[in-house]
């Protein structure tokens, strides 16, 4: 399967602990996005990135997150100091600069902040 | 601000029967893409709508665009079981940057 990954694909942490997570996209798309989504809602941006340059970032992000994707391939999404706020469904999608634009999403990490 | 609006945000229905979902944003759209998410599965890529009043079916599923790209509905004809689902709307303005709706929960009674 050469979809989009994501690890792990659950996370239980305490308050106030960090927490990174793993996107890996379609090999050839240069387009990958976090998104958040909680119940009964539909997915939240969070973030861009075209290659390894992160274009667009949430003002709903606080300074405890930041991501990145070094090689301009795989990324990471970190939160500092949880929150029990944070506990959400955090996708990553990936897509092809082209006229469709279609975004493959990942089958998400479940992040719970007890 | 820049938001797209959803509703309804639950529709049951008897099999057989017909669904529509609309979607709303109160300034101009570049394009709007519309997703499906199964229980317990991500969004799946439905369509994308890029010109004004642009109509596209996909078998008992049509989607249109409105003329001022302001809103869009998806609608399915004679619903099946397989069709349950969540559908979200994803609307893009100026950025690379997707606004997605609050979803319409479908569920469909044998």
């Known amino acids: 399967d050469t979809g989009v990954s994501q690890d792990p694909r659950h996370k239980i942490t305490k308050r106030g602990q960090n927490v990174t997570f793993r996107c890996d996209p379609i090999?050839?798309?240069?387009?990958l996005y976090w998104y958040r989504q909680t119940l009964g809602q539909g997915p939240e941006f969070l973030t861009y990135f075209q290659n390894e340059a992160q274009l667009e970032k949430s003002r709903l992000l606080s300074d405890r997150f930041s991501a990145e994707r070094p090689k301009g391939s795989f990324s990471t999404l970190e939160i500092q100091r949880t929150e029990q706020g944070d506990s959400a469904m955090y996708l990553c999608?990936?897509?092809?600069?082209?006229?469709?634009?279609?975004?493959?999403f990942g089958p998400g990490t479940r992040l719970t902040v007890l | 601000g820049q938001q797209v609006m959803q509703i309804p945000q639950y529709q049951h229905v008897q099999e057989g029967e017909d669904f529509t979902t609309y979607c709303n944003s109160s300034?101009?759209?570049?394009?709007i893409q519309w997703y499906k998410q199964r229980p317990g599965g991500h969004p799946v890529f439905l369509i994308q709508l890029v010109k004004s009043g642009e109509v596209k079916k996909q078998k008992r599923l049509t989607f249109q665009f409105g003329e001022a790209k302001k809103n869009s509905s998806l609608h399915i004809t004679a619903t099946q079981t397989t069709d349950v689902g969540t559908y979200f709307c994803?609307?893009?303005?100026?950025?690379?940057?997707?606004?997605f709706g609050s979803g319409t929960k479908l569920n469909v009674k044998p």
């Open positions: 994803a609307g893009k303005y100026n950025f690379n940057k997707f606004y």
């Open positions: 090999s050839e798309h240069n387009r």
């Open positions: 300034t101009t759209l570049s394009n």
């Open positions: 999608a990936s897509s092809l600069e082209d006229t469709t634009d279609t975004q493959y």
